[in-house]
């Protein structure tokens, strides 16, 4: 059973660039989450999906993020222009949300970051 | 702000020996869970324990909670080198806020 998959792992891009991030949740999951982790400010949720709306993207540090959720299967993470503080680890999670809801988390390997 | 502070910020043991590691919170909560995280990997989840629970039991693992303090702690019995990791405490419902997590490292 497939866990979360993230893509890219690893991403090096240059100040200015437009970085996307991509995500498939486990398959029956209905709840998707965008978290950021640095040394500074520790893991942090950035923006939350039920069913494929956004719930809450109050996390979102800037304009330059935006994540769209078109279906249940897929979730990608935009950053544009990108900038050196935007360097950090991202994680993208899902879970089983609903009338018996499962608070767990089931956590991507991530994609390191690094804008230079 | 963080509403999970993990203490201590790093822990240090012999394989063998039991790990403790102690969590506070500010309001009050419905659950709070703990996930572990390998060097360079993603969270996983440990156990989750609810405001109407005192104490849990997970394999080597032991989690308690005291409302009355905002407090909870994560007890490793028997460690072994394979729980070097660094463990979080989160509390919330869906939005999950976490604290800044303890290093457990286990020397052989």
Redesign the interface.
């Known amino acids: 059973d497939a866990g979360?998959i993230q893509s890219p792992r690893h991403e090096v891009t240059e100040m200015g660039q437009e970085v996307t991030l991509r995500c498939k949740p486990i398959s029956g999951h209905n709840?998707l989450?965008w978290y950021r982790q640095t040394m500074m400010r520790?893991?942090e949720?950035l923006i939350?999906f039920?069913n494929n709306v956004p719930?809450?993207d109050s996390g979102m540090p800037e304009d330059r993020f935006s994540a769209k959720m078109p279906n249940a299967s897929f979730s990608t993470l935009k950053i544009q222009p990108s900038e050196p503080r935007d360097s950090a680890v991202y994680?993208c999670?899902s879970?089983l949300?609903g009338a018996f809801?499962s608070?767990?988390?089931?956590?991507?390997?991530?994609t390191r970051l690094t804008v230079t | 702000s963080?509403q999970g502070e993990e203490d201590p910020q790093a822990l240090s043991i012999q394989e063998g020996e039991n790990a403790t590691m102690n969590c506070s919170y500010k309001t009050s909560i419905n659950?709070l869970?703990w996930y572990r995280q390998n060097s360079g990997?993603?969270?996983?989840?440990l156990i989750?324990i609810r405001s109407n629970e005192r104490e849990k039991h997970s394999g080597r693992l032991r989690v308690t909670l005291d409302t009355s303090k905002k407090s909870s702690s994560l007890l490793i019995t028997a460690s072994r080198a394979a729980d070097t990791a660094s463990y979080?405490c989160a509390k919330g419902?869906?939005?999950?806020?976490?604290?800044?997590?303890t290093r457990l490292t286990i020397n052989p």
Not at chain 2, 93 to 101: E, R
């Open positions: 979360v709840s989450f520790g893991l949720l939350y039920n719930i809450d994680f999670a879970s949300w809801p608070y767990e988390q089931y956590f991507g390997p991530g | 963080q659950n869970q990997r993603g969270l996983v989840h989750l979080f419902a869906q939005k999950l806020v976490f604290g800044q997590g």
